[in-house]
């Protein structure tokens, strides 16, 4: 059974800057797509950033380019998620998560539990 276990969460001033790390266990997957969703109260999830543990180019929503980035450490199954230039609309649950099918991450099988990201103004 994969486990994703998140840190990093906080809360930070509008402008700063948090990271998130998500790190993975339990599975034997050769390659696996991995991710980050957010949810704000009121409000849909939303996907984040995604990427392939095999490479290609990462996947970030248009409310994010340029502010955030995702990467990953494959020999610690780790991904992380640096979010710079932070606003206050980015306050939500931030959500890890995987798939073994590969990207997009449209339905994953795996869910971290979350970590909250509070950006005051």
């Given at each position: 059974q994969v486990q994703l276990v998140e840190s990093g969460g906080g809360s930070v001033q509008a402008g700063g800057s948090l990271r998130?790390?998500?790190a993975a266990s339990g599975?034997?997957?050769s390659s696996i797509c991995m991710g980050w969703f957010r949810q704000?109260?009121?409000?849909?999830r939303?996907?984040?950033a995604e990427i392939y543990?095999?490479?290609?180019g990462p996947y970030y929503a248009d409310s994010v380019k340029g502010r955030f980035t995702?990467?990953?450490?494959?020999?610690?199954?780790t991904i992380y998620l640096q979010m710079n230039g932070l606003k206050p609309e980015d306050?939500?649950?931030?959500?890890?998560?995987?798939?073994a099918a590969g990207c997009p991450l449209v339905d994953p099988d795996y869910w971290?539990?979350?970590?909250?990201?509070?950006i005051s103004s």
């Open positions: 998130l790390s998500c599975y034997t997957y704000a109260p009121g409000k849909d939303e996907r984040v543990s095999e490479g290609g995702i990467s990953q450490d494959n020999a610690k199954n306050t939500a649950m931030y959500y890890c998560a995987a798939e971290g539990k979350g970590t909250l990201v509070t």
